[in-house]
């Protein structure tokens, strides 16, 4: 079965810093790969997206992420953080059944303080 | 351009009461479709997913159901709503493979059963 573990429930970072968010995922086979982003009360926003092309992805809003094959990760990165990336970010595998069901992490809120 | 709608944005309910939630896709065809529950605090659980008319697999046992009476239409239902039947419900829908297996998520409806 496939599974995603994010490491960190909440990450602190001031304006204009690097942000990581950690991911790592249990596949038996070469998954697809994803991060969303939810904003308050607000529907999920797919952010990027990793189906066995280029290993780093490039996403909206300046966010890209590494697929690393040997350490199981999808760690999402920004260089430089901006008060409005504070919300709930979500690493996701697809479930490669007819289904395309989707695992979700459990979250990692991302505060951005002035 | 494809979108996704749900309604009501917000709904408060007493225990006992019934529900009904839709969801409506415009600008595709024969998509797959998903509800899911987030409940405060907590990451998505999927609770209902649709790949075609009149077919429904449900994830979780519960008092809640779905149904699927046309191509873009999924309906989220209880005959009697329960206090832990509160959070926030997503619906969805993908492509699957032909569109690249992530889904699009509609902005959700609050549900408070008092």
């Known amino acids: 079965a496939q599974s995603v573990t994010q490491l960190d429930s909440h990450v602190s970072v001031s304006e204009g810093t690097p942000v990581l968010l950690r991911c790592n995922y249990s596949?038996?086979?070469?998954?697809?790969l994803f991060w969303y982003v939810q904003h308050p009360n607000k529907g999920l926003q797919l952010l990027l997206k990793?189906?066995?092309?280029?290993?780093l992805v490039k996403g909206i809003n300046g966010f890209e992420a590494e697929f690393k094959k040997s350490e199981t990760s999808f760690h999402l990165t920004k260089p430089s953080a901006h008060m409005s990336d504070a919300a709930e970010y979500f690493c996701?595998?697809?479930?490669?059944?007819?289904?395309?069901?989707?695992?979700f992490g459990s979250g990692t809120r991302l505060l951005v303080r002035p | 351009s494809q979108t996704i709608h749900q309604w009501p944005a917000t709904l408060v309910q007493p225990v006992g009461s019934p529900l009904s939630l839709e969801c409506t896709v415009e600008?595709?065809?024969?998509?797959?479709l998903y509800w899911y529950r987030q409940a405060a605090g907590r990451g998505l659980q999927l609770l209902f997913y649709?790949?075609?008319?009149?077919?429904i697999s449900s994830e979780v046992p519960q008092n809640l159901s779905a149904s699927r009476p046309q191509d873009r239409q999924f309906i989220l239902s209880s005959k009697k709503l329960l206090l832990s039947d509160s959070g926030f419900y997503l619906c969805?829908?993908?492509?699957?493979?032909?569109?690249?297996?992530?889904?699009?998520f509609g902005p959700g409806t609050r549900l408070t059963v008092t």
């Open positions: 969805a829908w993908s492509l699957g493979v032909a569109g690249g297996l992530h889904q699009y």
């Open positions: 596949s038996s086979y070469s998954p697809s």
């Open positions: 649709s790949v075609g008319i009149g077919q």
């Open positions: 996701v595998v697809s479930e490669m059944d007819s289904s395309y069901k989707l695992i």
């Open positions: 600008g595709t065809s024969n998509p797959n």
């Open positions: 990793y189906t066995s092309a280029a290993t």
